[in-house]
């Protein structure tokens, strides 16, 4: 028995060894998490990604966002890295079905702020050090207030920001609009309780951010704004564990209109109150490593 009781005590010991010498489990392939969020707190910036005040005579609200998509997404070195030299980890598909090279919505995807929109190997990121981040949006819906005959209503807006967009068709909130053509940067669709109305901005109406425009200028009629990190991304290519990457975009007042009677309102009964601006109002990019 005393045999047997050492035998037993020897492999007890030798069990415990085993199971403290176990390694720390590791993430053999960790991942780039990208994540969009909306925040209307956040400065409120001009094309030159300078902080802007409301123009004189215009009013703006901060929309209730729904769903955002977007359509590209680069990061870059510095503030001299042009478009497309940087790392690109995103291009949506487009098509020529409607005739010129377009973003193709159908295959859009929508998330809701706050979700994760991407996620990739993160040795699909190249090693280094990025300062900046591009994201090009291509659509936004969301709820504003309007006024008619001074009472108070909710409208949801759908609204097209891609430098060009292909819609078969789109719902805007419970209607859906047909469309089955090409759509420059500012087609818009808002749905109320009573009816449903579709419109198309001037171009260049749209504000995009970018504050390295002199040095890394955007194309005209895209929406590919720009936000220095909040601090370098330094990617050593020897990581083990998930990197999230959260693109946090300004909504500071981005639904703006001519405010005719200055009472900070958007009348829609009141002649000359037209919406003249749905862009977004910066990126603030923030990374967790």
């Keep these: 028995m005393k045999k047997l009781f050492l035998v037993l005590s020897i492999l007890a010991i030798i069990t415990s060894c085993k199971k403290e010498e176990t390694p720390t489990s590791v993430n053999p392939s960790p991942k780039l998490i990208i994540k969009i969020e909306v925040d209307s707190t956040l400065a409120r910036l ?117 430098y060009n967009t292909y819609v078969g068709s789109f719902k805007i909130k419970d209607s859906t609009v047909n469309v089955n053509a090409n759509k420059l940067q500012g087609y818009w669709g808002v749905e109320t309780m009573y009816n449903v109305t579709t ?12 504050p390295i425009f002199n040095t890394s200028p955007i194309p005209a009629g895209s929406c590919l704004v720009t936000g220095q990190f909040n ?27 001519i405010d005719i009677n200055g009472n900070g309102k958007w009348d829609v009964d009141v002649a000359g109150e037209a919406v003249v601006d749905m862009g977004l109002r910066g990126l603030f990019p923030t990374h967790n490593h």
């Design 46 to 162: 001009g094309n030159n990604g300078l902080p802007v005040a409301m123009p004189t005579g215009h009013a703006g609200q901060n929309p209730l966002f729904s769903k955002i998509a977007a359509h590209y997404l680069e990061f870059s070195q510095n503030a001299y890295t042009m478009i497309g030299a940087g790392d690109v980890l995103y291009h949506a598909e487009e098509t020529t079905q409607g005739g010129a090279t377009a973003i193709d919505f159908s295959k859009s995807k929508l998330i809701t702020p706050g979700q994760t929109f991407l996620e990739l190997p993160l040795s699909d990121l190249s090693a280094g050090t990025y300062d900046y981040a591009r994201m090009s949006l291509s659509y936004q819906n969301y709820d504003v207030q309007f006024y008619f005959a001074g009472m108070a209503f909710t409208g949801r807006v759908a609204s097209f920001v891609g």
């Design 199 to 210: 419109g198309q901005s001037p171009a260049g109406a749209t504000t995009v951010p970018n």
């Design 231 to 257: 601090s370098p991304l330094t990617i050593t290519g020897s990581e083990t564990s998930d990197i999230t990457v959260t693109m946090k975009l300004s909504i500071n007042k981005s639904f703006e209109w």
